[in-house]
T-cell receptor
């Protein structure tokens, strides 16, 4: 089975801290995604990547950056965390030619910024 | 911006009843997918329907797609308490099928 693993399930960080959310997939997928999920707003795409060192902005990239140095790993970085970034973050992956393929999700990372 | 929008936002039914959820989207698509999310967990793929398909079945799930109305529906027949979850549609863009966007979801509660 495809596995998408998010390194941290629950994090509490202070305002202004730099935060790294790590995601690893084990099925050699080209596409990787970071979404943010908030009540009533559903999933909003932050960034996606369809190849190593490639990235494209989603709907809400402000305040975030990403890194994809290796195919299996896609990191989300909050350069200076703020309280409005408190949310659940979901990493996902799929084969290239994305929408014809299943997207596999990790279990989510709950980030609280205090 | 979000591509798909689910309707209703919340749905509560009794076990054994059918549940219908709708998804509308704004721009032309290649494919549409439905996902399920149990509370506090990641999303799990349910079914994919291509833009040249009108209906698809998988077990108790039936999905329809009307590209002229830019809408899709997910029907769960003979619902069970275990079907309680949030359901999301996901669509791509005709010009970029790697760009997948999700709606806000329908929260389904099935009462035993």
């Amino acid at each position: 089975d495809v596995k998408v693993t998010q390194s941290s399930r629950y994090l509490v960080k202070r305002t202004g801290e730099k935060v790294f959310l790590e995601c690893v997939q084990d099925m050699d997928h080209e596409n990787m995604f970071w979404y943010r999920q908030d009540p009533g707003l559903g999933l909003r795409l932050i960034y996606f990547s369809y190849d190593v060192k490639m990235k494209e902005k989603g709907d809400i990239p402000e305040g975030y950056s990403v890194s994809r140095e290796k195919k299996e790993r896609f990191s989300l970085i909050l350069e200076s965390a703020s309280t409005n970034q408190t949310s659940m973050y979901l990493c996902a992956s799929s084969l290239l030619g994305g929408s014809g393929n299943t997207i596999y999700f990790g279990e989510g990372s709950w980030l609280t910024v205090v | 911006s979000q591509q798909g929008e689910e309707d209703p936002q919340a749905l509560s039914i009794q076990e054994g009843e059918n549940a219908t959820m709708n998804c509308s989207y704004k721009t032309s698509i290649n494919n549409l997918q439905w996902y399920r999310q149990n509370s506090g967990r990641g999303l799990v793929h349910l079914i994919l329907i291509r833009s040249n398909e009108r209906e698809k079945h998988s077990g108790r799930l039936r999905v329809t797609l009307d590209t002229s109305k830019k809408s899709s529906s997910l029907l769960i027949t003979a619902s069970r308490a275990a079907d309680t979850a949030s359901y999301f549609c996901a669509t791509d863009r005709k010009d970029n099928n790697n760009d997948m966007r999700f709606g806000a979801g329908t929260r389904l509660t099935v009462k035993p």
